[in-house]
């Protein structure tokens, strides 16, 4: 050992080539070294003699006081390569021993892990160098779901996740969901800041504070980069793209992303700083496969940017839509008569608390093409719903309308607006056929709950309180009616009559306005 330590240059002499080189072959250096460290470890099971013996060495070999700190650097160094060897060479062997325990090929073991969600994806990965090389392969990354209740993922772990996924993404959710995931004909906004967390159960306000300090921990416009780069590569063949509660997302950014997506079917927007008029331009522009478009605002009944002829770019440039959500934002019937009337696949319909909406787009839509194959329609809170557009509808689902129609919600927390003045809110209706339509539809889901006493707060007043508020949670959504505060009567005979919606009263159906107002278990980096 003491030569080990103090003269690694000394080795054994090399015999002469004359003396018998065949009974003695020369020992190479790594014969020797293999030699060395083989009679070093047998020293292991006595520590205290290699105390000593390093002792004595320092006090017989080493002269001055530099000797000696040399003699310990050379100790220290040979102690760390040691111990460097002893983990690799027990890493390899504990992967060895997995290849061999491990029942799965590796072909049947990505497979498994292309089903597990991201998070567990990640847990596996670091579980062993096996698992983390099966975690790689780009399937495993065709599902990515980054959704978190508090700010946990950067742009980084997701343009790592995106590049390994390459061509083979089909799904990418971010962003901040409060809470469980809704269902889809809850009315429950799903809006949330990094300022105001919903879930603080489990997550102190020190720890909270801190994060939100850290770049690192806060998704950026940049985050949906990755989908545009390589040639577009990984966005190419995107199916379903959901974005929730990412404060610095801007239109460009979104735009951008979206103009990488051509194969997109579903797209979900909540609580996002961008512009539904510019957002849906884009859609039209390079989404013409989706399906299903969901979009919530982040500033309710503040959004008044849709125009007529953005609606009807929608209509003709994407003709598969069967599923519209538009929630929050301030909508004209005449451009909801647009929309609902042009999409000819249209089933799912949901405009909850939008502004503006009266209901006069509801007429004539049972007769025509685009109404028939309706199967959802919600129009819970929205706040200009009047009474007898309500009741007409209704009426027509008794003449025989609407056959396909199986959910109908019509809750408004602030009860219906009267025909005159819809600050005159109705609570009792005594127009409306609920419960004709529930004996004759027996299918259908009707759900028209009320206030039992007015609540109503001037609009104005509401939108100004909500300047502040960044959390919004409403009540669930009931699965049962309400009828006992409900008194029917059938009437509106005329209802087919198209006589245009609200907003377009003294019009033509076929008009089109032009000219309108207001121009931690943190993730793993892989």
């Known amino acids: 050992m003491d030569a080990l330590l103090y003269s690694p240059t000394s080795m054994a002499k090399r015999p002469c080539p004359s003396q018998s080189p065949r009974l003695q072959p020369p020992l190479s250096q790594m014969d020797h070294t293999d030699h060395l460290l083989e009679a070093f470890l047998a020293l292991s099971d006595s520590p205290s003699s290699i105390d000593l013996s390093f002792d004595r060495l320092l006090e017989s070999r080493a002269s001055g006081d530099a000797d000696q700190t ?18 690799r060479s027990s890493r390899k062997r504990a992967s060895k021993h997995n290849y061999l325990a491990w029942a799965l090929p590796p072909d049947l073991t990505i497979k498994v892990f292309s089903m597990l969600d991201t998070q567990s994806l990640c847990y596996a990965a670091a579980t062993c160098s096996l698992f983390n090389k099966c975690a790689r392969d780009p399937s495993c990354y065709a599902n990515i779901d980054l959704t978190t209740v508090v700010p946990k993922v950067n742009n980084a772990v997701v343009s790592t996740m995106i590049h390994r996924a390459g061509k083979a993404l089909r799904s990418l959710k971010l962003g901040i969901v409060p809470g469980p995931t809704v269902s889809p004909g809850s009315c429950q906004p799903l809006v949330y800041t990094i300022r105001n967390s919903v879930d603080v159960s489990n997550f102190s306000w020190n720890d909270k504070r801190s994060r939100q300090g850290k770049e690192s921990l806060i998704l950026t416009r940049s985050c949906l980069s990755p989908l545009v780069g390589d040639n577009a590569a990984p966005g190419s063949l995107l199916r379903r793209l959901h974005l929730y509660n990412i404060e610095r997302m801007d239109n460009t950014s979104l735009c951008g992303a979206l103009s990488a997506c051509p194969s997109l079917l579903d797209l979900e927007i909540v609580s996002l700083h961008v512009e539904l008029r510019q957002t849906l331009m884009s859609v039209s522009a390079n989404c013409h496969l989706i399906e299903r478009l969901f979009f919530e605002s982040s500033k309710t009944g503040r959004d ?28 004209q019937d005449h ?14 319909v949901d405009f909850s608390t939008s502004y503006s909406i009266n209901g006069g787009f509801l007429r004539n839509l049972g007769s025509s093409v685009g109404g028939n194959p309706l199967e959802v329609l919600i129009l819970r809170d929205c706040m200009h719903l009047k009474e007898v557009e309500v009741a007409r509808f209704l009426t027509a689902v008794l003449a025989g309308d609407f056959k396909c129609l199986r959910h109908l919600d019509i809750s408004n927390k602030e009860g219906l607006a009267s025909e005159g003045d819809w600050y005159n809110r109705c609570y009792k209706s005594n127009v409306i056929p609920i419960k004709q339509v529930l004996a004759e539809r027996p299918d259908m889901c009707l759900l028209a709950e009320f206030p039992t006493e007015g609540s109503y707060v001037d609009i104005d007043q509401m939108i100004d309180s909500m300047q502040d508020i960044e959390v919004f949670l409403p009540s669930q959504l009931s699965s049962h009616t309400s009828d006992g505060s409900m008194f029917m009567s059938s009437s509106e005979s005329s209802y087919n009559s198209d006589q245009g919606s609200g907003n377009e009263d003294g019009r033509d159906a076929s008009y089109v306005i032009y000219e309108e107002s207001s121009d931690e278990v943190d993730f793993l980096m892989l």
């Open 70 to 87: 040399l003699l310990i650097d050379r100790a220290l160094r040979l102690g760390s390569a040691l111990l460097g060897a002893a983990n």
């Open 335 to 348: 451009k909801v008569r647009i929309l609902v009337k042009g999409f000819r696949k249209l089933r799912y």
């Open 304 to 331: 008044d940017s849709l125009k007529s002829p953005t609606c009807i770019d929608l209509v003709n440039n994407c003709p598969h839509l069967t599923s519209l959500a538009l929630r929050g934002f301030k909508l």
